[in-house]
Nanobody
Framework: QVHLVESGGGLVQAGGSLRLSCVASGRAFSRYSMGWFRQAPGKEREFVAR???????YYEDSVKGRFTISRDNAENTAYLQMNSLKPEDTAVYYC???????????????WGQGTQVTVSS
């Protein structure tokens, strides 16, 4: 069992930056693929980024070059650094964890409660 708690969301102007954090409780954090999804009002939850236990990273096309996912296994924490934010990045961002790789929300076993990111134009 893994419990995930996100933080770091907020309101930022277009072009600004935010860093999201996801702290995981439970054992064997380093074995999990950690990731981020987002869900805007009226839309499906969509994949944003993932970092596997190997350290390999994967990004949705619209965030490549702007967002960076990382992890600190000693602190049981995953991060999402978001730069050059755009109004279309506005959504609730959810931390995700699974022992297998994933790119769809239905493939994920564990979720955080979500943190709101709002980018004003």
């Amino acid at each position: 069992q893994v419990h995930l708690v996100e933080s770091g969301g907020g309101l930022v102007q277009a072009g600004g930056s935010l860093r999201l954090s996801c702290v995981a409780s439970g054992r064997a954090f380093s074995r999990y693929s950690m990731g981020w999804f987002r869900q805007a009002p009226g839309k499906e939850r969509e994949f944003v980024a993932r970092i596997n236990w190997t350290g390999n990273t994967y990004y949705e096309d619209s965030v490549k070059g702007r967002f960076t996912i990382s992890r600190d296994n000693a602190e049981n924490t995953a991060y999402l650094q978001m730069n050059s934010l755009k109004p279309e990045d506005t959504a609730v961002y959810y931390c995700a964890a699974d022992l297998q790789s994933y790119s769809r929300s239905d493939q994920v076993d564990y979720w955080g409660q979500g943190t709101q990111v709002t980018v004003s134009s």
